[in-house]
């Protein structure tokens, strides 16, 4: 892939799955236009045991540091955990759901974030979208750390 990008014939290349010591060699030998990565407020560790490969939270940094997209994946699924969590708490008193928190927390989180929340129904997809509306103060977004 990186060959046919560098004759041209590819504009665009993506990671997916990627571990930071992938990011760096792929950055070193190509262009890379986005990476995307299982990320959610409690899907933020590394786990190379994961059925889904890497999660983003180590590799976050490195995508803000080369201003390459990046784009977490299944972070609604992973954002309703079984037990109690801090987006569970502030959620009610946000009158939000907690995927529309974990939505609203992922692009408080950093610029280059761009969430793709799946979806199967219209209504769903309203709720998403509410997500991108939802602002959260300072003390908010240290408050869920």
Not at 125 to 134: H, R, V, Y
């Amino acid at each position: 892939m990186i060959a046919l990008q560098q004759e041209g014939k590819i504009l665009h290349l993506g990671l997916s799955n990627a571990s930071v010591e992938q990011f760096g060699t792929a950055t070193k030998t190509a262009k890379i236009a986005s990476v995307e990565n299982m990320y959610s407020y409690t899907q933020r560790i590394t786990d190379p045991d994961s059925p889904f490969g890497f999660q983003g939270g180590e590799l976050l940094p490195f995508c803000e540091e080369h201003q390459i997209p990046f784009i977490p994946f299944f972070s609604l699924q992973t954002s309703l955990p079984s037990g109690p969590t801090k987006i569970q708490a502030l959620a009610p008193k946000q009158g939000v759901t907690a995927a529309q928190l974990n939505i609203a927390w992922l692009l408080h989180k950093s610029d280059w974030i761009l969430p793709i929340p799946g979806t199967t129904s219209i209504q769903h997809l309203a709720e998403n979208i509410k997500g991108a509306g939802i602002s959260l103060s300072k003390e908010e977004m240290e408050f869920l750390g």
